[in-house]
C-alpha cells in the first residue's frame, strides 16, 4: 500500500471514527522500553516453525491511572442484551459485567463474582458462594438473589426477564436446550449462596459460569427490549470492575474504573473503537490516536514484532481452532466423504497460516473445535492433512463430481482470531479452482454472520478454547441444533459427547473426546485450518493486556507503565 493511500486511509479513519474528538486524551508520556510482552515473563509461543520468546524487563508493578483507547475489528457489537453476550464482540460485555467465574492469562478458571464453589457428590448439586459486599452499578446489593434470578433467566426461556435480540448461544453452548424435563434450576439459599440443580451428572459447573453475565435485574425489568443499547440504563446494570459510560452501537464503547471494587481496575477510563479495516487500526496506533490494536495485517503485525523499542506485542494462546465448518442442509456432497477429504487436499493451510497471520499467531491444524487453549487430554496428536491437488481431483472424480461442484461460503472479512479473513477466503477459492470447485464468497457484516451461516454451503469458523468446557465446545459442531443447520456428525459422536459432558472422571471424559476427535478427523467432518491465538500490538508502556478466552478477555489488570 502507497503512501498516499495510508494518508487518506488515515484522514478517514480520523473523521468517520472521532477517536480524538471523543475526548479521550492519549496516553501519557512515559519512559522507554523494549519489551515484548506475551502470556507472562519468559513465555514463548511458537507457530510455523518460529518461537518468539518474551524477554520482560524489570517494572516497579501495576500502577492505577490513566486512559486507554483499543481499536478492535469486531469487539464491538450493536447491542449488550444477554442474548447476544457470546461472540468476538463480547469482550466489551467482559469489561463491565462479570460471571461467578473468570479466566486469567494464565488460562486458569479463577473466582470472580463467587469466592467459593461446591459439587455433591453425584454431580447434580452444585454450589456457589457469593462475595460479601458486591453491589450492581446503581449502588444496589448484587447478592444470591439477583444471581439466581439472572441464572433462571439464562435457564428459562420463558422468564419475564429474556429479551428478544437472539439466542442464547451461551446457554446452548453450555447447557444444552431446555427441554421438557431438562432445565437447570437456581436458588438462593441464603443472601451469599446460590445452589444449581443439574438435570444431569456434570462434573464442574465454574467454567461455564464464565461466559454467564450477571446483569442487575432491576434494571432489566421494564426494560426487557432496550436496555441493551441504552447508555443510561447500560450504565446501572453492570457488575465488573469499569462501569460503561458511553456505548455507540456497533462503533464503540466508552467504560471507568469502578472504584472500591474488589478486583479494582488500574487504569481511570478505557475505549472499545471499532475499526472494520486492519491497516487503519494500524495507523491509528502510529499516529497515537489509538495506543493498542486488535488483529493487525501479517505485514503489520511483523513490523511490530519487528521493532521492540516502539511496540510491545500480548499475545494468547493459539486456543482458537479456525475450521470450515459444513453444511449439509444446502449442500448434500458435505454427506459423501470423499468430497469432505477432497476440499482438505485442495486446502493450502500451510500457505494460509504463512501469508494471513503474523509471526507467532497460527500453526496449522489437524483437527477441528478443540484447540490448545482446551485441556491437553482431550487434544489428539493429529496431524495436518497434506496439502495434494491431484489428490483432491481423484477424489472428486470417485464422488461423481468430476465435472465440477460449486459451492457457496459466508463470513465477514475478518475475526479477531483470523485478522485476513477475506484475503483467506479468496486463496482458498483459488485453491479450490484448481481441482474443479467453483467458490462464491459472500461477506457479511459480523452481526449478519450467524444467520448466513444456516443460508450457505461453508463457512469459517474460529471456536475459542477454555479450560472447563470442551465437551461444550464439541457439542457446539458435532451436536448442532437443527435450527441453525446440519453438520456430518454420527449418533455415535453424539452418545460420545454426552458421555464426556455428564462422567464425574475427568480422565475418561477427555479420553473419550480424544478418541471423537480422532474418529471425526479420520472421517474429515469439517476441514482444519490452524490454530490461532489473539495479538495485541500496543505502545511500549501498556502493559498485561487480556489476551485468554480467544481475546474475549476483560482489561482490568492492564495497566501504563510511567
Not at 486511509?9 to 471514527?17: C, G, K, P
Not at 508520556?29 to 516453525?49: D, E
Not at 477459492?429 to 449478519?448: M, Q
Request: proline fraction near 7%; hydrophobic fraction near 40%; aromatic fraction near 8%.
Amino acid at each position: 500500500m502507497g503512501d498516499d493511500r495510508r494518508e487518506l486511509d488515515r484522514r478517514t479513519f480520523i473523521r468517520l471514527v472521532g477517536i480524538t474528538a471523543a475526548g479521550i486524551p492519549v496516553l501519557a508520556a512515559c519512559g522507554p522500553s523494549s519489551t515484548t510482552t506475551t502470556v507472562g515473563a519468559g513465555a514463548t509461543t511458537t507457530a510455523g516453525g518460529v518461537t518468539t520468546t518474551a524477554t520482560t524487563t524489570a517494572a516497579a508493578g501495576p500502577a492505577k491511572g490513566g486512559e486507554l483507547v483499543i481499536v478492535t475489528g469486531d469487539g464491538v457489537g450493536g447491542t449488550f442484551a444477554s442474548s447476544a453476550s457470546l461472540g468476538p464482540h463480547a469482550v466489551a460485555h467482559r469489561q463491565f459485567l462479570w460471571g461467578l467465574y473468570g479466566q486469567n492469562n494464565a488460562y486458569e478458571v479463577v473466582p470472580a463474582l463467587a469466592e467459593g464453589y461446591e459439587r455433591s457428590d453425584d454431580g447434580f448439586v452444585h454450589t456457589f458462594r457469593i462475595r460479601e459486599g458486591l453491589t450492581f452499578h446503581d449502588g444496589s446489593p448484587l447478592t444470591a438473589a439477583e444471581v439466581a434470578e439472572n441464572l433462571n433467566m439464562y435457564f428459562d426461556p420463558t422468564h419475564p426477564l429474556r429479551d428478544q435480540a437472539g439466542i442464547y448461544l451461551q446457554v446452548i453452548l453450555f447447557f444444552g436446550f431446555p427441554r421438557e424435563g431438562f432445565v437447570f434450576e437456581a436458588r438462593a439459599i441464603d443472601d451469599l449462596t446460590v445452589e444449581v440443580r443439574s438435570p444431569e451428572p456434570r462434573p464442574d459447573l465454574r467454567g461455564p459460569m464464565a461466559s454467564l453475565y450477571i446483569y442487575n435485574p432491576r434494571v432489566i425489568e421494564g426494560n426487557v427490549d432496550t436496555y441493551g443499547t441504552d447508555p443510561d440504563l447500560l450504565a446501572a446494570v453492570g457488575s465488573g470492575a469499569f462501569q460503561l459510560t458511553s456505548f455507540d452501537p456497533g462503533k464503540s464503547a466508552e467504560f471507568a474504573r469502578v472504584e472500591g471494587f474488589f478486583d479494582e481496575a488500574y487504569l481511570d477510563r478505557l475505549r472499545l473503537q471499532l475499526v472494520p479495516d486492519a491497516a487503519a487500526r494500524f495507523l491509528a496506533l502510529q499516529s497515537g490516536d489509538a495506543q493498542a490494536a486488535y488483529a493487525l495485517s501479517n505485514p503489520d503485525w511483523n513490523q511490530v514484532v519487528g521493532d521492540t523499542e516502539r511496540w510491545r506485542t500480548h499475545i494468547g494462546k493459539l486456543d482458537t481452532s479456525v475450521f470450515l465448518s459444513l453444511n449439509l442442509d444446502l449442500e448434500p456432497a458435505w454427506a459423501d466423504e470423499r468430497v469432505r477429504k477432497a476440499v482438505a487436499y485442495a486446502t493450502n493451510r500451510e500457505g494460509y497460516v504463512e501469508a494471513f497471520w503474523g509471526t507467532g499467531l497460527a500453526q496449522p491444524s489437524g483437527i477441528v473445535a478443540l484447540a490448545p487453549g482446551s485441556d491437553p487430554r482431550a487434544l489428539p496428536d493429529v496431524p495436518p492433512p497434506p496439502y495434494d491437488p491431484e489428490k483432491a481431483k481423484e477424489l472428486l472424480a470417485e464422488a461423481g463430481y468430476g465435472d465440477g461442484l460449486e459451492l457457496t461460503i459466508a463470513d465477514p472479512t475478518a475475526f479477531t482470531n483470523v485478522p485476513e479473513l477475506k484475503a483467506m477466503m479468496e486463496a482458498m477459492a483459488a485453491d479450490l479452482a484448481k481441482v474443479g470447485i467453483d467458490l462464491k464468497i459472500n461477506v457479511v457484516d459480523p452481526g449478519s454472520w450467524i444467520p448466513a451461516t444456516a443460508e450457505n454451503d461453508c463457512s469459517v469458523v474460529p471456536y475459542g478454547n477454555q479450560p472447563g468446557v470442551e465437551a461444550s465446545t464439541a457439542s457446539l459442531y458435532f451436536n448442532r441444533s437443527p435450527r441453525q443447520y446440519q453438520t456430518p456428525t454420527t449418533d455415535r459422536w453424539r452418545q460420545m459427547i454426552t458421555e464426556a459432558r455428564t462422567s464425574l472422571d475427568a480422565d475418561a471424559a477427555y479420553s473419550t473426546l480424544s478418541q471423537l476427535l480422532t474418529e471425526a478427523t479420520d472421517a474429515m467432518a469439517g476441514v482444519p485450518i490452524a490454530f490461532a491465538g489473539v495479538g495485541i500490538a500496543s505502545a511500549p508502556q501498556v502493559r498485561d493486556l487480556g489476551v485468554y478466552l480467544a481475546g474475549i478477555a476483560s482489561h482490568h489488570k492492564a495497566w501504563i507503565e510511567a
